[in-house]
């Protein structure tokens, strides 16, 4: 820390997964600053397209904490239920964290907020396969297969940021009748609501869910 708290914000960072050239050397310049427990769960991906892909995204979190909190990702560590977690040493502040990954990209999502703030992030290569109907809503009008593809982005990211992930059914999440670039999911006690929009990202759909307006 520089000793001064961060502004509020949202940090949205986006690009393709290296070779395996540049994961090596991602590894080399990235792996000193990462916690033990952070550590320990990017080597569970022993295939080198997740394991760079997830090196990636801690290079891509260091990005995002400059200047302000350049050593705040030595104190990334993961909730009960898996998620990142990035802990911040100040009580009228929060960080909020979120990856996500695709077989050709990686997005990573910093916010920095008052405390209570959730942040939700997912990302959806538009060649991927559609989820199955029984992933929506009876309420959703979905109009072919990129449709579909960008409501599951809200879904996932809005489960992200309420921290239950695909443990509670898509299904019970509603994106709308027609199916709108962003929006509001409705207070779920004792959770606030949670702003969502969507983002068109070089080939792909990108959602994020956030608890608090921030620039």
Request: aromatic letters at 4%.
């Amino acid at each position: 820390m520089n000793g001064l708290l961060p502004s509020p914000a949202l940090r949205l960072l986006f690009c393709p997964v290296p070779t395996a050239r540049q994961a090596a050397q991602l590894h080399e310049r990235v792996a000193a600053r990462l916690s033990p427990a952070d550590k320990a769960h990017i080597l569970r991906f022993t295939a080198p397209g997740p394991a760079a892909a997830r090196m990636l995204a801690r290079a891509l979190l260091v990005l995002a904490c400059l200047p302000d909190c350049p050593n705040l990702p030595a104190t990334l560590s993961r909730t009960v239920s898996g998620a990142p977690r990035l802990l911040f040493p100040h009580a009228a502040m929060q960080a909020a964290l979120s990856f996500a990954y695709s077989p050709q990209a990686v997005v990573c999502a910093l916010a920095f907020g008052p405390p209570g703030l959730l942040l939700g992030v997912d990302l959806e290569s538009l060649a991927s396969p559609p989820p199955a109907p029984r992933a929506f809503h009876p309420c959703e009008q979905i109009s072919g297969p990129r449709d579909a593809l960008r409501r599951w982005t809200i879904k996932e990211a809005l489960l992200k940021a309420r921290g239950t992930g695909l443990a509670i059914d898509p299904a019970t999440i509603s994106t709308g009748r027609r199916g709108r670039r962003r929006g509001c999911l409705p207070a779920a006690q004792p959770l606030p609501p949670l702003l969502w929009r969507t983002l068109p990202l070089p080939g792909h759909w990108c959602s994020l869910a956030l608890s608090h307006p921030l620039p």
